[in-house]
């Protein structure tokens, strides 16, 4: 039987049905053109293909374009016959999130890529085609090749958002998916109304609802899409066999890449930071070595490029680290995605059993690329002579190479599920997480660190020994000042893992320190303070003060919130006892009852809730006082909570934090009072009174001052025929406190009697309206206080010193990129200028 | 000998070194028994909460300690005290991957708590037959 359901909006599903079928269609054609005006060995032919590869590639970009605003406009509108805005959305969620709610699903998020292939794609056809014409002369060029390699990265894309099924396969998923459609056999569904049954969606998963999911997931998905133009131009590079022309076009992608990636990753961090309450940026969590480990390719192969230019060396390592990290990318893809990592990640994804598709991708990727890479390895030009020990590209490749193994040791970790599936292991993750990496990646920071401290001191093809002592010395000086001046007054002891690491973790602060000192005094004595050719040294400069951020915040948080309870009453354990070993940072917090953490006194005020926001906010005040008493400094910090949220029992928490230029105080409820867990013994007892009577209670008293008609109580919503009144109460504790509190009581179409009770949750007091009595003028009151304590907070304190450090270091490192990026492309630009003269007669491939 | 020659040697060297030393600090999901074995060595061991026994976590006493009791894949079961507070939806978890050692008395003390919840991330459908129900 068919139904014919009442009130669904078809037709915006329909068109995006429509629209991701045209893309996937628009991103074939785009291919095959492409790829003919890449191998067809007529000018004018290939020409025309290009044209045509042209249009097909703006004709998917429309489609894109408009699956992603009609997706936006079912969301808005909450028109939830559709899943995908069920899901993730609720009327009540404001406008911010419901733009962050189209990268909840999985469908959303390769939206999200695709559009942004779909822009950098559309501006590479602009910008390549334009070298092209002027350089390529009659030869094939880049345009061709590298957009054929883009096309076919937006088929597999578009073919990720189909939802269709080719020989019992599903191939895709589309988020335009109906609900009734989705779960057919829900028995709802067999109402043609049903629609006015589903009046409201799940909402959005209270971690994303956070300023930082607003933007970090564009950000970040905007580096992961670029880093398929560096791997297009290499491959393109192996396939028309100009193994070295593409690095030219293909290095300010390459440094736009590295500066998106690396924000990022870091916006990632600082949304952990902010949100998560783990305590901290990182947690070496593998979503988080997924998206690092590309990062770091990327940084390897823009540096071996430069060593490649400047003298010969290191061609085939630039390829494979722009090879690699883009498969890693897609890689990073598969983990997330497929549900591979269930135990092992805190990120949990929905599986839409689409790991087969992204395996196939990433394997013909990888498959084409390195075969490719192969089969072209001996033709790859090389220089004969080795590089000398003293020379700037030696000392490039080696930290190209520490970047591929840290990427390395960081993603083998991360990989154990794969491992195990792989070869039906049983392998876990190291217990201490954080530290299995730490201790490597410690050593990995030392070493990038003093090498881009010194790599501009030497120079390319031959440093003079006697120049570069005579330049590093003085910075080598300085950084010994500074880092012993931090070494005595900074007070790091992190003896957590021993004194071997404590000592690499003061090596690592020399070592970034010099990076800072040595960049910046490079800039001003060797580039005589000219800003345009500084990006190296910036980045160089901020990514110093990155490690020196991420050393001293890492080693020397400490938490200040200490459970002086648990360690006084029956729970002390023998030090190196299975018990002892855990920290006890928990601290049972009772309302108005201050608490001393660290150098502060912490009390809990109260909490709060607003309309029109599902968090609850817990007032905590801080107040630091000096060794005479005197207030020195006071704040509140309002932690939030949702509180139960979507059906969940529990909290889900969101940290404050207090900044200051040198440290920041970190303040997060882990756990709240919960009135329905309560075992409350105390009975109400009922009183008669009227106006102006009074009640006595254990510590305190209330005055019933009138009978109101009409009462506004939030507790309480009127409907029309109610007959409602309200007890204005004055509620007086022994401490002179006064609160107000108005219980009602109500009679319902003439019939049902209803009452709605008060609190005041400061006295523990819950006064209860019972009835009227008109024949004596009194109303009955029934007053309850339970015993217990029953307002309180469970939080965690934590100080973060210099965490700014690593905020600003990022800024300062992109705007080195930024720099450079600007520098290369006014390169190309003033060769576009020259007259053609071509140097490169260009062959055309076979 | 050629410099690069060298070069690939050492980071070969270091490779070895390193992933040696990273396959050790690799676990193992293991069970109650065999974590008991050795105690104060800690392991990672998978299982379900037993929801017949009670999970007791009172901030008043002790901020520090919530106790609940766990069926490992082999069918026993232990007393869990988690040095923290209980976490979100604890109690609706079909799957928890506990990391911690055997204390004495045969209580696991447990540092990290992963819970599964697959019904967070896909509804099951009396679920969300639950959720539309009471939002009717």
């Known amino acids: 039987m068919k139904i014919n359901y009442i009130g669904e909006h078809l037709f915006p599903g329909q068109l995006g049905h429509f629209l991701i079928i045209l893309a996937f269609i628009a991103s074939i054609v785009a291919t095959i053109s492409y790829f003919i005006a890449t191998v067809n060995k007529v000018h004018e032919n290939r020409q025309s293909w290009r044209k045509l590869g042209r249009s097909s590639f703006i004709v998917q970009f429309g489609a894109t374009a408009g699956i992603l605003f009609l997706l936006c406009w079912i969301l808005f509108h909450h028109y939830f016959e559709y899943q995908y805005v069920w899901e993730y959305t609720s009327k009540d969620l404001p406008k911010e999130f419901l733009f962050s709610s189209i990268w909840n699903g999985q469908e959303g998020s390769f939206l999200l890529w695709s559009i942004w292939d779909c822009i950098l794609g559309t501006v590479l056809m602009y910008t390549s085609g334009r070298q092209d014409k002027k350089l390529a002369g009659n030869g094939v060029g880049w345009e061709a090749p590298v957009m054929t390699i883009m096309s076919f990265a937006q088929f597999c894309l578009a073919s990720m958002l189909l939802g269709i099924y080719i020989f019992g396969y599903k191939v895709g998923s589309s988020p335009f998916i109906l609900f009734r459609e989705a779960n057919p056999t829900m028995p709802v569904f067999q109402n043609a109304n049903y629609l006015s049954f589903i009046t409201d969606g799940r909402g959005l998963n209270p971690l994303l609802q956070n300023y930082w999911m607003v933007i970090h997931p564009p950000i970040l998905f905007c580096g992961f899409a670029s880093t398929i133009i560096p791997f297009s131009y290499a491959v393109s590079g192996l396939w028309t066999k100009r193994y070295k022309e593409w690095l030219q076009p293909a290095l300010p992608w390459a440094l736009f890449s590295g500066a998106v990636l690396g924000t990022g990753v870091v916006m990632g961090g600082a949304w952990a930071y902010e949100t998560l309450s783990f305590g901290g940026f990182w947690a070496w969590d593998p979503v988080e070595i997924g998206a690092m480990v590309p990062w770091l390719l990327m940084i390897g192969g823009i540096h071996t490029l430069m060593a490649f230019k400047h003298t010969g060396h290191s061609l085939r390592s630039t390829f494979l680290f722009f090879i690699t990290s883009f498969i890693l990318v897609l890689y990073a893809t598969f983990l997330t995605r497929s549900g591979i990592l269930g135990d092992t990640s805190v990120h949990a994804f929905t599986n839409l059993g689409l790991s087969g598709q992204l395996l196939v991708f990433l394997f013909v990727f990888l498959i084409v690329a390195f075969a490719l890479f192969i089969w072209n390895y001996k033709k790859i030009p090389e220089v004969k002579k080795e590089e000398g020990m003293d020379t700037r590209e030696f000392w490039m490749f080696i930290g190209a190479l520490i970047l591929f193994l840290a990427g390395v040791y960081a993603l083998f970790g991360a990989s154990i599920p794969v491992w195990n599936k792989l070869f039906h292991l049983n392998m876990a993750p190291p217990v201490d997480q954080k530290f299995h990496y730490n201790k490597i990646e410690i050593f990995v920071g030392i070493a990038l660190a003093l090498g881009t401290a010194m790599i501009q001191y030497l120079k390319f093809k031959k440093t003079d020994a006697k120049m570069f002592w005579k330049k590093i010395w003085k910075p080598i000086l300085v950084t010994l000042i500074i880092g012993t001046a931090i070494a005595v007054f900074g007070n790091i002891n992190y003896w957590d893992h021993g004194l071997g690491f404590l000592i690499a973790i003061y090596i690592l602060v020399y070592a970034s320190v010099f990076a800072v000192v040595a960049n910046i005094m490079y800039m001003f004595t060797e580039l005589k303070g000219k800003m345009k050719n500084a990006g190296a040294s910036i980045a160089h400069f901020g990514f110093g003060l990155m490690l020196l951020g991420i050393v001293i915040s890492t080693s020397k948080q400490t938490a200040i919130s200490h459970d002086m309870l648990g360690l006084i009453g029956n729970n002390y354990f023998p030090e190196g006892s299975a018990e002892a070993k855990h920290p006890e940072e928990n601290v049972f917090l009772p309302r108005n009852q201050p608490m001393a953490m660290g150098k502060y006194t912490v009390t809990y005020l109260g909490d709060s809730t607003a309309a029109h926001d599902p968090k609850t906010y817990y007032k905590v005040n801080y107040v630091e006082k000096n060794k005479e008493g005197k207030v020195v400094a006071h704040f509140n910090m309002f932690p939030d909570a949702f509180v139960n949220p979507q059906g969940e029992e529990g909290l889900i928490a969101n940290p404050d934090s207090k900044h200051y230029w040198n440290h920041d105080v970190f303040t997060y409820v882990t756990s709240v009072f919960d009135p329905s867990k309560m075992k409350d013994t105390a009975q109400y007892k009922s009183y008669d009174l009227q106006a102006g009577d009074t009640i006595f209670f254990a510590d305190g008293y209330m005055r019933l001052n009138k009978i109101i008609t009409h009462p506004v109580s939030p507790n309480y919503q009127p409907r029309p025929g109610d007959l409602a009144v309200g007890a204005q109460l004055e509620v007086h504790n022994n401490l002179g406190h006064v609160f107000d509190a108005m219980p009602i009581y109500y009679l319902r179409d003439s019939t049902y009697q209803n009452t709605v009770a008060d609190t005041v949750r400061n006295l523990a007091l819950f006064i209860r309206f019972d009835k009227i009595l008109p024949e004596q003028k009194k109303i009955q009151l029934q007053v309850k206080q339970s015993g217990v304590v029953n307002d309180y907070i469970v939080m965690k304190a934590y100080v973060f010193p210099f965490v700014n450090l690593l905020w600003l270091g990022t800024i300062i490192m992109v705007i080195g990129f930024a720099i450079s990026i600007r520098k290369r492309i006014f390169q190309i630009r003033k060769l576009l200028k020259q007259p053609s003269t071509s140097n490169h007669e260009e062959k055309v491939p076979v | ?136």
């Open chain 2, 1 to 136: 000998m050629k410099k690069s020659n060298i070069v690939i040697l050492v980071v070969i060297a270091v490779s070895i070194a390193v992933i040696v030393g990273m396959v050790g600090d690799f676990s193992t999901y293991e069970t109650f028994a065999t974590a008991g074995k050795r105690p104060g060595k800690e392991y990672h061991v998978i299982g379900q909460l037993d929801k017949t026994q009670p999970m007791v976590y009172d901030p008043a006493k002790n901020a520090n300690y919530f106790s609940f009791y766990v069926k490992d894949k082999k069918g026993n079961i232990r007393q869990v005290v988690y040095h923290g507070t209980e976490p979100t939806d604890f109690a609706k978890s079909e799957q928890i991957v506990l990391t911690g050692s055997m204390g004495s008395n045969q209580v696991f003390q447990c540092s990290q708590i992963l819970m599964k919840c697959p019904s967070k991330y896909v509804p099951n459908q009396t679920q969300m037959n639950k959720e539309i129900e009471s939002k009717m």
